[in-house]
């Protein structure tokens, strides 16, 4: 006992000793611990293969693309005569990048913008110039209408999701627009179309009725809403001949904004009507609008913030989970066979606009956190994926959680951009179901789930598995149990980056892009080391 420094051994050197004895032995305490936490940060996965599940619809990874800020001016269109190498107008280096992530739809021309647009405003070699009260109140110079929103579609090979003005509009004119669109009998509005320059019908493979109703849309009741919907699924008809018995356009009314009593009696509105539906009207879809605020108005910080932002804003996406339960249950109530979708057509990170930037132009940074946000947000689709069967993030370029931002003839892609790039494989691939105990990450107090995963069998009959690793201290050695699935070989790629808050730049556009990482295969088991703070996607071959 060489420290037992009492009685006469009580000098001041032993003393001293002591102390040094006592700090040495809290270290090497302090090691032990954290050397026996950090052994307990083994995750273990199993996937189901004979269990699939529904389809993860290739819509769920859909675009919004609203007239607001530079999301579609200097985003998507800069016009022929500009500098910036285009085709018609629309920037060549957006649609190249737009279709590695093989966008499948474009919710257009809103959000708010939708309930204020007049389509005959855009359409025709002269242009009315109008205003964009809810956005800045900027001039809407209505160069990008009808025909280039179409051509831009086709260009990024899309489809279209038109939003008909339900709000300041009349069910006429979104008839009328439709007809012109669609029609491929010779009627006034289809030659006026082809005089426009597109004799052939446009195909509309999505229609929005009417963009948040019970609030920038209108203020309306539920009542008062519905009344006006059933009138606009009644007459705002597709007339294209590809798209009458296959290919039907789905029609998609103005659903909830949160969760709670208010919401609650909105879907139950709408769907105990559709329950008892006549042949003179019908919906396909029922949207809903959820971003991750935390608070309004947007108050967070989408730069240079640390860990308890990051924690917080992603304990609160998480919250879409309950939202979709929620609105499901209300769903199934009225339509058990799921006919109806939920289409989730608004989410999304909604932050403080950046320092300087019109605040009108919803501009904001997009970091390491937004791509976790996004992936946690896509698995939970994909685990609801036999009702939620559409999705699309607000918004594409420049606005919000974009995939990209452009600045003149500048552009660079977000972590955002390369998250939906990664899910590719995921579109239109079977759900697998996954077990594994997902362990907990605490920051302040704030405490979520550390690990998260989802797996499917992709149309090319390939394996492919996501995980997401929330904690932004802690690798995490993956061990994947392919009971039933034989793997021949095994490739994977991870998005992270040195910090939470890491972003890619004009100037250094590549601090966050996917990297190849290393996946053994084994004795049935796949593993791998999931890096803090990262999205990994995994493909196997069988
Ligand atoms: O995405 C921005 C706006 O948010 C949309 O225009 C509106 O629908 C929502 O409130």
Same mark, same amino acid.
């Given at each position: 006992?060489?420290?037992?420094?009492?009685?006469?051994?009580?000098?001041?050197?032993?003393?001293?000793?002591?102390?040094?004895?006592?700090?040495?032995?809290?270290?090497?305490?302090?090691?032990?611990?954290?050397?026996?936490?950090?052994?307990?940060?083994?995750?273990?996965?199993?996937?189901?293969?004979?269990?699939? #599940?529904?389809?993860?619809?290739?819509?769920?990874?859909?675009?919004?693309?609203?007239?607001?800020?530079?999301?579609?001016?200097?985003?998507?269109?800069?016009?022929?005569?500009?500098?910036?190498?285009?085709?018609?107008?629309?920037? *060549?280096?957006?649609?190249?990048?737009?279709?590695?992530?093989?966008?499948?739809?474009?919710?257009?021309?809103?959000?708010?913008?939708?309930?204020?647009?007049?389509?005959?405003?855009?359409?025709?070699?002269?242009?009315?110039?109008?205003?964009?009260?809810?956005?800045? #109140?900027?001039?809407?110079?209505?160069?990008?209408?009808?025909?280039?929103?179409?051509?831009?579609?086709?260009?990024?090979?899309?489809?279209?999701?038109?939003?008909?003005?339900?709000?300041? #509009?009349?069910?006429?004119?979104?008839?009328?627009?439709?007809?012109?669109?669609?029609?491929?009998?010779?009627?006034?509005?289809?030659?006026?179309?082809?005089?426009?320059?597109?004799?052939?019908?446009?195909?509309?493979?999505?229609?929005?009725?009417?963009?948040?109703?019970?609030?920038?849309?209108?203020?309306?009741?539920?009542?008062?809403?519905?009344?006006?919907?059933?009138?606009?699924?009644?007459?705002?008809?597709?007339?294209?001949?590809?798209?009458?018995?296959?290919?039907?356009?789905?029609?998609?009314?103005?659903?909830?904004?949160?969760?709670?009593?208010?919401?609650?009696?909105?879907?139950?509105?709408? %769907?105990?009507?559709?329950?008892?539906?006549?042949?003179?009207?019908?919906?396909?879809?029922?949207? %809903?609008?959820?971003?991750?605020?935390?608070?309004?108005?947007?108050?967070?910080?989408?730069?240079?913030?640390?860990?308890?932002?990051?924690?917080?804003?992603?304990?609160?996406?998480?919250?879409?989970?309950?939202?979709?339960?929620?609105?499901?249950?209300?769903?199934?109530?009225?339509?058990?066979?799921?006919?109806?979708?939920?289409?989730?057509?608004?989410?999304?990170?909604?932050?403080?606009?950046?320092?300087?930037?019109?605040?009108?132009?919803?501009?904001?940074?997009?970091?390491?956190?937004?791509?976790?946000?996004?992936?946690?947000?896509?698995?939970?689709?994909?685990?609801?994926?036999?009702?939620?069967?559409?999705?699309?993030?607000?918004?594409?370029?420049?606005?919000?959680?974009?995939?990209?931002?452009?600045?003149?003839?500048?552009?660079?892609?977000?972590?955002?951009?390369?998250?939906?790039? %990664?899910?590719?494989?995921?579109?239109?691939?079977?759900?697998?179901?996954?077990?594994?105990?997902?362990?907990?990450?605490?920051?302040?107090?704030?405490?979520?789930?550390?690990?998260?995963?989802?797996?499917?069998?992709?149309?090319?009959?390939?394996?492919?598995?996501?995980?997401?690793?929330?904690?932004?201290?802690?690798?995490?050695?993956?061990?994947?149990?392919?009971?039933?699935?034989?793997?021949?070989?095994?490739?994977?790629?991870?998005?992270?980056?040195?910090?939470?808050?890491?972003? *890619?730049?004009?100037?250094?556009?590549?601090?966050?892009?996917?990297?190849?990482?290393?996946?053994?295969?084994?004795?049935?088991?796949?593993?791998?080391?999931?890096?803090?703070?990262?999205?990994?996607?995994?493909?196997?071959?069988?």
């Amino acid at each position: 006992m060489p420290f037992l420094c009492s009685g006469y051994l009580a000098t001041p050197k032993c003393k001293s000793r002591a102390i040094r004895f006592a700090i040495f032995s809290v270290v090497l305490a302090i090691i032990f611990l954290t050397a026996s936490f950090a052994a307990a940060q083994k995750i273990e996965l199993s996937v189901d293969a004979s269990k699939p #599940g529904a389809k993860i619809s290739r819509n769920l990874f859909g675009q919004f693309a609203e007239h607001l800020g530079h999301g579609i001016y200097d985003g998507i269109w800069v016009g022929p005569e500009s500098t910036i190498p285009n085709t018609r107008g629309i920037r *060549n280096d957006v649609v190249a990048a737009l279709r590695a992530i093989k966008v499948p739809d474009v919710r257009w021309p809103g959000g708010c913008f939708a309930d204020e647009y007049h389509w005959r405003n855009g359409i025709g070699p002269q242009r009315a110039v109008t205003l964009n009260p809810n956005w800045g #109140g900027v001039i809407e110079p209505n160069t990008f209408g009808t025909h280039e929103f179409m051509d831009f579609i086709n260009q990024i090979g899309s489809e279209a999701y038109v939003s008909v003005n339900v709000g300041s #509009g009349t069910p006429h004119e979104a008839a009328d627009w439709l007809e012109y669109m669609t029609t491929a009998q010779p009627t006034t509005l289809q030659k006026e179309r082809a005089a426009n320059g597109h004799p052939d019908p446009y195909k509309v493979a999505f229609l929005g009725i009417g963009n948040e109703s019970w609030d920038c849309g209108g203020n309306m009741t539920p009542e008062y809403y519905l009344d006006r919907m059933k009138v606009y699924s009644r007459f705002v008809r597709n007339f294209n001949p590809a798209q009458q018995t296959e290919d039907q356009m789905l029609k998609i009314a103005v659903g909830p904004g949160g969760s709670g009593p208010r919401w609650d009696e909105w879907t139950d509105t709408i %769907m105990k009507a559709y329950q008892n539906h006549s042949w003179s009207w019908d919906i396909n879809g029922l949207s %809903m609008h959820s971003y991750t605020v935390v608070q309004w108005p947007p108050s967070f910080k989408s730069v240079g913030f640390g860990e308890t932002e990051y924690a917080q804003i992603l304990k609160s996406t998480l919250d879409m989970d309950s939202l979709i339960k929620e609105q499901s249950a209300i769903m199934d109530k009225y339509d058990p066979q799921k006919k109806v979708a939920l289409v989730i057509d608004e989410w999304g990170a909604w932050y403080a606009p950046l320092p300087g930037s019109n605040p009108g132009f919803l501009v904001q940074q997009n970091s390491l956190r937004d791509a976790i946000l996004a992936a946690l947000n896509l698995n939970i689709f994909a685990r609801h994926a036999d009702r939620v069967r559409m999705a699309n993030i607000a918004q594409m370029i420049n606005v919000l959680q974009a995939m990209i931002m452009t600045d003149k003839e500048k552009m660079v892609l977000t972590p955002t951009y390369y998250v939906y790039k %990664m899910y590719v494989p995921f579109q239109d691939a079977t759900f697998l179901p996954v077990t594994f105990e997902s362990g907990t990450y605490t920051h302040d107090k704030i405490s979520l789930p550390r690990v998260d995963a989802i797996a499917a069998k992709a149309t090319d009959g390939k394996l492919w598995l996501e995980i997401t690793n929330v904690d932004p201290n802690q690798s995490a050695q993956l061990e994947v149990n392919l009971a039933g699935v034989s793997a021949k070989s095994a490739s994977g790629e991870t998005l992270t980056a040195p910090k939470v808050d890491s972003v *890619n730049t004009f100037q250094a556009p590549n601090t966050v892009v996917p990297k190849p990482i290393s996946v053994k295969t084994q004795g049935g088991k796949l593993t791998l080391k999931l890096e803090p703070k990262s999205v990994t996607v995994v493909s196997l071959e069988q």
